[in-house]
């Protein structure tokens, strides 16, 4: 990707801030957070956030009026490299800024944004994706948990699982059937709820990190205000596409610059066991170089010509990184042989590659497994025919 001039200032005044503010009480929090390892330093990284906030470095995509910048292409790029690139603490705004901030300017209502986009801006509220369920996990449109109005609110029932960060969050997102009898993607809204009311309960999901970022969210009878549902009642799975197509954009540029970070370090962890003078292994990391190199390429092409709206695109970009990160934590075990095996310390101490090898595990699945985006590119890109899906149970009897 080419940079302007202008870029390249913006680029040295965002090196230079990071350099200066990562710096006293904010030194420890670098590479603290990330997935598998939310739990780090969470209330240090909200100072931390809440302190970029301050200094203008959050929602610089957004438009001005909204509290953004009006960030071009290559700005959004550049901040999510440098940010990357100088091991600042994983973000704990990132489901407000990245994901609500953007579905609310493009489909929300001007109160819906009064309200909300401040605090998001502003750090002050943080938010969850309520999305999967037990029986509706890849396949979204399966959602069962209902929502029923009631006066000037609408009543939530149901369960939600594997909602990340649920147990540190405000306010969540959440897709929700509202009309009676609908089936598959018909009848669903997308309601905006309350995360500290009687009537939810968070019960975090132990996994095998030995950390709980994900959690069970029970609803029961709970509560939200009539007007606090994005786009018309029974929009919701347009709206709930824009989200993922959204969190399928410029941000995956940075988290491509944290995985070349891993890539470096296992190279150099190569070297230092030895690992490297094995030719098998030396020639797997240059094969996971030349995907590294070419996830972005990729994301660069894609995210340039609009693809971020392309859900087919968006879903290649998915499958690309899901796989290339599971397949690097397979090759860190690799690289370190039988001291793969053994952890650090009692009772379940991890290293860095143990960590990253459990969690990425997860990666083909979270955000839309790998069968739903391959149906995705098959159906959508390509124009195949659609995937028989089983006769529902009403059919059948």
């Not at 870029?7 to 904010?26: H, K, S, T, V």
């Not at 390892?37 to 995509?61: F, I």
């Not at 995907?291 to 709206?309: F, I, K, P, R, Y």
Request: net charge negative; with cysteine.
């Amino acid at each position: 990707m080419r940079f302007s001039p202008q870029d390249e200032e913006f680029r040295g005044r965002i090196r230079q801030w990071l350099a200066e503010n990562l710096a006293g009480r904010f030194a420890g929090l670098r590479g603290a957070g990330g997935p598998g390892r939310e739990h780090e330093a969470h209330d240090e990284r909200v100072a931390w956030n809440r302190h970029l906030a301050q200094a203008g470095w959050t929602c610089l995509s957004w438009p001005a009026r909204y509290g953004g910048h009006d960030a071009t292409f290559a700005q959004q790029v550049i901040l999510h490299e440098e940010y990357a690139r100088s091991g600042a603490p994983a973000r704990v705004g990132y489901m407000g800024e990245e994901l609500l901030g953007p579905t609310l300017i493009a489909l929300g209502t001007e109160q819906q944004r009064e309200r909300f986009l401040p605090k998001i801006a502003a750090v002050a509220e943080l938010w969850c994706q309520g999305y999967s369920e037990p029986g509706a996990g890849s396949d979204l449109a399966a959602v069962a948990t209902t929502a029923v109005p009631d006066g000037d609110e609408w009543v939530i029932s149901g369960q939600k699982v594997w909602t990340s960060l649920a147990h540190v969050a405000d306010w969540c997102f959440v897709l929700a059937r509202t009309e009676p009898g609908s089936r598959r993607s018909r009848g669903l809204s997308y309601l905006l709820v309350p995360m500290r009311q009687p009537g939810v309960t968070v019960r975090p999901i132990r996994q095998l990190t030995g950390t709980s970022e994900f959690n069970e969210v029970f609803f029961d009878e709970a509560r939200t205000r009539r007007d606090l549902v994005v786009g018309e009642p029974g929009e919701g799975w347009r709206v709930a596409q824009a989200t993922l197509a959204i969190e399928r954009g410029v941000a995956t540029l940075g988290q491509q610059v944290g995985f070349r970070r891993e890539y470096d370090a296992l190279v150099e962890q190569a070297r230092a066991d030895g690992a490297a003078a094995d030719p098998v292994l030396r020639d797997k990391l240059a094969r996971a170089w030349i995907g590294l190199e070419v996830m972005q390429a990729h994301a660069l092409a894609t995210l340039e010509d609009a693809g971020a709206t392309d859900p087919a695109a968006a879903s290649v970009t998915k499958l690309l990184w899901s796989r290339w990160h599971r397949g690097l934590g397979e090759l860190a075990m690799q690289v370190r042989g039988a001291a793969s095996l053994t952890a650090r310390g009692a009772p379940y101490d991890l290293d860095e590659w143990q960590r990253l090898f459990l969690f990425s595990r997860a990666d083909t699945i979270y955000g839309g497994s790998d069968e739903i985006q391959r149906n995705i590119i098959a159906e959508r890109s390509l124009g195949l025919p659609r995937q028989a899906r089983p006769a529902s149970r009403e059919a059948t009897t």
